[in-house]
């Protein structure tokens, strides 16, 4: 069963930055394609970033285009996101997700990790 869980939220000031982690273990972690995920409150959950296998292609959400980059270690088994010139609409709870056969389809989700930017 795989495990998926998240750390590095917290809280921080507009125009800052902060690097979230998510630890994936009970599987090949390179045989699945990495996604983020954001909720805040009140609204649906919404598609943040997303990683190939590899690592090789990445693909992002216009919101956060240009300020978050998604990255994954396959050595150690874990995904990142790095978020820049945070912005206080960018405060929700962060979940990572695993997709095993690449077809968008999540299978695993974490417990998530909350962001607060404040302005």
């Known amino acids: 069963q795989v495990q998926l869980v998240e750390s590095g939220g917290g809280l921080v000031q507009a125009g800052g930055s902060l690097r979230l982690s998510c630890a994936f273990s009970g599987r090949t972690f390179s045989n699945y394609v990495m996604g983020w995920f954001r909720q805040a409150p009140g609204k649906e959950r919404e598609f943040v970033a997303r990683i190939s296998r590899s690592g090789s292609s990445t693909y992002y959400a216009d919101s956060v285009k240009g300020r978050f980059t998604i990255s994954r270690d396959n050595a150690k088994n874990t995904v990142y996101l790095q978020m820049n010139s945070l912005k206080p609409e960018d405060t929700a709870v962060y979940y990572c997700?695993?997709?095993?056969?690449?077809?968008?389809?999540?299978?695993?989700w974490g417990q998530g990790t909350q962001v607060t930017v404040s302005s």
């Open positions: 997700a695993a997709d095993r056969y690449s077809d968008f389809e999540y299978d695993y």
